[in-house]
């Protein structure tokens, strides 16, 4: 009878921990919303996910915005289009057969009240 309890209570433990790994896999395809399209963040993100295409350039990299805000540009490429997927728990990067123009730049100086 005691060794029937340790039994099922190793059983149970396995279940838990089994159950546990496969909810964190899972979170994480929920967090990053598989599906959604995207845009690779910078030039070495692309490249590194074999999405970059080639790179552009801007006659200028400061556009003035009003309320005196302004948008510098730090980089221009082409990529394929692509979206996260979740493959039996894994999130992998799953390309598109579109493409898409990403500006990578930052924004500042905007009167965030009006």
Not at 36 to 64: G, Q, W
């Amino acid at each position: 009878m005691k060794n029937s309890i340790i039994l099922f209570s190793l059983i149970i433990l396995l279940c838990l921990e089994a159950i546990a790994c496969n909810f964190n896999k899972m979170h994480k395809c929920i967090t990053y919303k598989t599906g959604v399209p995207r845009a690779s963040a910078t030039t070495t993100e692309s490249i590194a996910n074999k999405l970059f295409c080639h790179a552009m350039k801007s006659d200028t990299s400061l556009y003035n915005i009003e309320n005196n805000g302004h948008f510098v540009i730090s980089g221009v490429w082409i990529e394929h289009k692509w979206s996260y997927e979740c493959d039996n728990g894994n999130l992998k990067i799953k390309p598109d057969t579109g493409l898409q123009l990403v500006v990578e730049g930052k924004l500042s100086g905007i009167d965030k009240e009006q």
